[in-house]
């Protein structure tokens, strides 16, 4: 973008999900981060219930000047009518929709799809590699045929639940395995399983925020992750490390305690990091992702090296998330990352613009 461009930059966030609050609080720190001289920023709160509302808080403390942000928003406020906030241009502002939701209903392709209809730039990616990434099991389908290295895994529907310890035994999953709803993010509804007996309880937690679960062989390894940032010729970041204070990288150990250590850049040499940062690209590119994603991987040393976990396309953008921390070690502080995928949600729509749609 040239210094002199102004958009108004409209904020999503909230939304009808298990992971409502870790939005709030990402798009708290958006708002606070973005540059008033560049962004006249409206943020648009969605209910848990699916209503779409002003977000009067917010907007009231940005008028106050952004250091009257709270640490939270609340999707509160007057409601509004989801097209007619998403007009493509405003008082003859351009308008550029960040919707920064994550989990269903927002990070899957459905408020993609309703933007592609209304013709307006938004950030991330579009409606397939936003559904592909949010369905762990089919993203692990797809993975695979590019011949991405993962754990072994299967995936259930929740009429099979009573099945489940059948599945696993038939797949040759030797036990610690993890369970998860296929279409959630931030550790929400994750189980980590010892033993044949707790796996009933842990497959009935998944299908409580699920149709579809999936089940993987627990890896004793490293926690890297990598940030990807481009469209069609997307780079990655530095990777770091999770050093969890918990049995595993859990909701609380991300969002609640703190208490995880985040070792950025990761403590690998130099053809670990170059292999991870090749094979954070590849899963970007096999997915046909946009914008931004975080792909999370496990290293097993002197084992089978790195295995892709998932693909974040809307990753937390809180304090303690890992997305802005790997740019701004890689030298992309978070004001200018703000900036650059504004441009890139633009340059993709302008791309994207000029099919034909005559025979």
Known sequence: MASSDR???????????????????????????????????????????????????AR???????????DRLAATGAALEPLTTVTPAVDGLPVVVLPLLHGPHGEDGTVQGMLELAGVPYVGSGVLAS?????????????AAHGLPQVPYIVLRDTEVASARAAVEAAGLGYPVFVKPANLGSSVGVTKVGDAAALDEAVATAADYDEWIVIEQGVDGREIEVAVLGNREPRAS??????????????????????????????????????????????????????????DFFYEEGGRGFLLNEVNTMPGFT?????????????????????????????RHDRRSRFSTKR
């Open 7 to 57: 958009v108004r930059l409209v904020v999503l966030f909230g939304g009808q999900s298990a992971e409502h609050e870790v939005s709030c609080v990402s798009a708290a720190h958006v708002l606070a981060a973005s540059d008033p001289a560049r962004y006249e920023v409206m943020p648009v709160g969605i209910t848990r219930e699916g209503d779409w509302v002003r977000a009067d808080e």
């Open 60 to 70: 009231a403390a940005l008028a106050a000047g952004r250091g009257a942000l709270p």
């Open 131 to 143: 559904a592909l990434a949010m369905d762990k099991g089919k993203a692990k389908e797809v993975l």
């Open 238 to 295: 530095v990777p770091g490390e999770i050093v969890s204070s918990h049995e595993f990288y859990d909701y609380e150990d991300k969002y609640v305690d703190g208490t995880c250590e985040l070792l950025v850049p990761a403590p690998l040499d130099e053809e670990a990091t170059a292999e991870v940062r090749e094979l954070a690209l590849r899963a970007f590119l096999a997915l046909r992702g946009d914008g931004l994603a975080r792909v």
């Open 319 to 347: 304090p303690v998330s890992m997305y802005p921390r790997l740019w701004e070690a890689s030298g992309l502080a978070y004001p200018d990352l703000i900036d650059e995928l504004v441009r890139l949600a633009i340059e």
